[in-house]
């Protein structure tokens, strides 16, 4: 599978495509930042494991049980290996917008007034809002670091705002709106060297760079499956060992607790104490299958994925009355606008002719307003997308463009 962003139109891109059932509906499917087709080897081992028999995990002492704690294991160890970790640094939460919340809410206490805590003009609402609502609740500031003319971060600006109050930087890796990659390597060191914590929000980032957490030196980092080619319902939350130690489990109950008395109650050691609950095993064992027929990550960098979203951004700005917004190292994802059309019509009337994207603020909004005050239309590529998507959607884009001129 390591073939599939070379730059040709191989026997291997059709054969990539036959894994995804969900691509036989006639339809050019743009919108993968939000989701990706599930893969038929995510499909295939989450059935498997359902139909042999399931049971829950860490309870039976049968046969079933003790297969089914086999399988979660190895599904964990799959997951924690894909970003450079072992399954020791890897708890599973429901999705990337819990995982970040139950690390904002488990360094809350780490917080007094007067605190710092940097996010970046590129946030998606679930890395902006926890942090915004803990510091709140302690007396702590939310700073921005700001965004660059073209769209990329200002790492010396980033740089220079980091002093003795800072706590935690919580940071995305790839901005959801204009794929911008941010440099999270630089901002860890410049983190560290005040003291703070860096908090990364991979969503966007796992399922298109390689992502080594102990060579970025992030002491936490939060990635999902279904963004990934997997089910929905499962993300990972890889945490450092002394986070794991430390921070306080946002989510208590069955399955995280050594003991309970009448009044009191201690948590279970390591990564258990964040998984309170029944788990999505099934979930889980998916987002394994369908991380390893990724593993390892694309890279971007020369390969298909740039190709594409290179043509993707010339064609679009061919076309007369569209801004395209295009920072220099983007993957992935495109945002636009057209002169006098609303967004969210554009991409009703693409939807119509089977072509889909996103319109609006994409749960970015302090982001995409600085763009637009009508939002963005973004088109956002995956392993699968052909020059025949890009073709779909410039040349309705055309069509729809010359009609509301005419
Ligand atoms: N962070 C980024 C950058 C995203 O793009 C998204 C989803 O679009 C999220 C976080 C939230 O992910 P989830 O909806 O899986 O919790």
Redo the contacts with the bound molecule.
Sequence with gaps: MKTFLKNSQSKSDFDLRAQFQGLRRDVAYLDN??TTQMCQSAIDAMNAYITGGRSNVGRGLYPIAEETMKKYDAARSTVANFVGVDAGRCVFTK??????NAIAFGLRERLQAGDEILVSAF?????LLPWRRIAKERGAIVKTMPMLADFTLNLDRAKAMMNERTKIVAV?M???VLGTVLPIADLADAAHRVGALIVV?A??AAAHLPIDVVDLGVDAL?F?S??CYGP?GI?AMILSLDLIDSMEPMIVGGGMVDHVTTDGATWRQGIEKFEGGSPNVEAAIGFAAALSLIAPPPYEGGGRGEVLRQRLVSDLQSISGVTVFDPPGAIGIVSFTIDGMHPHDVADMLGARGVCVRAGN???APLVEKLSTTGTLRASLAIYTDERDIEALVSNLKEIVKKAKA
Excluded: F, M, P, Y
């Design positions: 930042a939000a999705s990337v917008t819990e995982g970040l946030e998606h609402h679930a890395n995305t790839v901005s959801n929000d969503a966007q939060v999902g279904h963004k929905a993300a994409h749960c970015a």
